[in-house]
Structures are given as C-alpha cells and as structure tokens.
C-alpha cells in the first residue's frame, strides 16, 4: 500500500516541502522492493538512501530554525535525533541479517512522517506565519 503524498502535508516552504515528498518516494519505493522480495543488496543501498535523505531534511529545516531564532529549535531537534536513532538501530539489525527489519522501516518511516509534519514541523510554520516570515 502506498504511503500517500497529502495537500495537507504542504507547509508552504518549498524546499522543505521537496524534501517531505522526496522521503515519501523512497519509503514508497522501499516498501515495493521489500513486497518484491529484491535483492538484499538493493534494499540495503535504499535504506541507506533513506538516512541520507532523512539526515538532509533534518539539517535544512534545523538551520531554517536556527536562523530565526526558533525557541522550540533544541525539542525540534531532539524529534529528528530520535528518529535518526531508531532509524540506524533497524538499519543496524537489517544488517545482521534480520531480514524482517527492512519490513519495518516503511511503516515506522510513514508514521513517524505524518505524525512528525503535522505536529512539529507545522508548529514551526505557525510561528513563521505569525512573524510576517513566510
Ligand atoms: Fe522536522
Ligand atoms: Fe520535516
């Protein structure tokens, strides 16, 4: 089942929107490979594609926030630090040949996404729209 892309995840902010979905597609494009049965391998180099992506919207939106002085900045961050946490740990597990780890990962990714968006990453945009900064 795919994990849709929502008008209701828009945040306004067109890089950081690039980026949501761009993480969209490779949960997606995760959980395919893994209902395929692909190479280990495959599943592997997309996993790490994965933290990558994951650890690059991190640090855009967490630079945005430094930038304009964002008080809830340091429990913003503590959200995506948690997150990259659980995300090493199953792909950790994946490599000691648990396969059913990259099983996991679409579904903690696509909870983690829509809850993480529409609670801390528009708490930040209320307080932009409120400054007149977006
Ligand atoms: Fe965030
Ligand atoms: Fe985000």
């Known amino acids: 089942m795919e994990v849709a892309w929502n008008t209701r995840y828009n945040t306004g902010i067109e890089i950081v929107d690039e980026q949501h979905q761009e993480l969209f597609q490779v949960v997606n494009r995760l959980r395919e490979l893994v209902q395929e ?12 594609d994965l933290v990558a992506c994951s650890e690059r919207h991190f640090a855009t939106e967490e630079a945005f926030m ?13 959200e995506h630090a948690s ?7 199953l792909l950790g597990k994946f490599r000691e040949s648990h396969w059913a780890m990259a099983l996991m990962v679409p579904t903690f990714m696509e ?15 209320t307080f932009l729209k409120a400054r007149n900064l977006v």
């Not at 280990?40 to 997309?46: A, K, M, P, Q, S």
């Not at 430094?66 to 503590?78: E, G, R, S």
């Not at 997150?83 to 740990?89: F, N, Q």
């Not at 993480?116 to 945009?125: E, N």
């Open 37 to 48: 049965g692909a190479d280990r391998g495959v599943i592997g180099t997309l996993l790490e």
């Open 66 to 78: 430094a930038k304009v002085a964002y008080p809830d900045l340091p429990q913003h961050v503590a």
């Open 83 to 89: 997150m990259l946490t659980s995300l090493h740990e």
């Open 111 to 125: 909870g983690w996404l829509k809850h993480h968006i529409s609670d801390g990453d528009f708490g930040f945009v």
